[in-house]
T-cell receptor, first 113, second 114 residues
Framework: SQTIHQWPATLVQPVGSPLSLECTVEGTSNPNLYWYRQAAGRGLQLLFYSVGIGQISSEVPQNLSASRPQDRQFILSSKKLLLSDSGFYLC????????????FGDGTRLSIL | GENVEQHPSTLSVQEGDSAVIKCTYSDSASNYFPWYKQELGKRPQLIIDIRSNVGEKKDQRIAVTLNKTAKHFSLHITETQPEDSAVYFCAASGVTGGGNKLTFGTGTQLKVEL
């Protein structure tokens, strides 16, 4: 069966520091991968999605970037964090094809001080 | 782009009663509508989804209805139980650039009281 892993689970970072969050998927190949952010008490906002290695689509202009160095690895990064980057970051995957369900990882709770 | 509105933002029901959550979407090209349940601090979990070629789908105590003409869809939970208490999110998706882009509603906090 397919599983998705995210780490770390929680992270506290100072303003201006760099960020790297990692997501990996097991049990499937060539998945679509997604990064979402969820602000406290709010819905999920799509940040990036990827349909293949090195292919990244950005949905919201921001302080973050994403990379997909391997088929089942998706990384969310920032060079200098802002206070507004605080939130719950969720990675998700889906199989290829029209309207396939997305399955989420356990998320990373990021606090910026 | 797509815009999804969800109502109500909070919903309190007595155990055993039914709960209904409604969503509207703006993009008539959207054709996939999943519902997620998220418990506090946990990942969103897919509970049911519906595609635009059907008007209703049911899975035990959960059902979803879709009205494409009016561009709205609803989640129905019957015989609610305390473990149904969570935040529920609707979403709408259309295919673009090879990826299925989900636009989420703002969530409904459901509380099932004993």
């Amino acid at each position: 069966s397919q599983t998705i892993h995210q780490w770390p689970a929680t992270l506290v970072q100072p303003v201006g520091s760099p960020l790297s969050l990692e997501c990996t998927v097991e049990g499937t190949s060539n998945p679509n991968l997604y990064w979402y952010r969820q602000a406290a008490g709010r819905g999920l906002q799509l940040l990036f999605y990827s349909v293949g290695i090195g292919q990244i689509s950005s949905e919201v202009p921001q302080n973050l970037s994403a990379s997909r160095p391997q088929d089942r690895q998706f990384i969310l990064s920032s060079k200098k964090l802002l206070l507004s980057d605080s939130g719950f970051y969720l990675c998700a995957w889906s199989t290829k094809g029209i309207n396939q369900p997305q399955h989420f990882g356990d998320g990373t709770r990021l606090s910026i001080l | 782009g797509e815009n999804v509105e969800q109502h109500p933002s909070t919903l309190s029901v007595q155990e055993g009663d039914s709960a209904v959550i409604k969503c509207t979407y703006s993009d008539s090209a959207s054709n996939y509508f999943p519902w997620y349940k998220q418990e506090l601090g946990k990942r969103p979990q897919l509970i049911i989804d519906i595609r635009s070629n059907v008007g209703e789908k049911k899975d035990q105590r959960i059902a979803v209805t879709l009205n494409k003409t009016a561009k709205h869809f609803s989640l129905h939970i019957t015989e609610t139980q305390p473990e149904d208490s969570a935040v529920y999110f609707c979403a709408a998706s259309g295919v673009t650039g090879g990826g299925n882009k989900l636009t989420f509603g703002t969530g409904t906090q459901l509380k099932v009281e004993l």
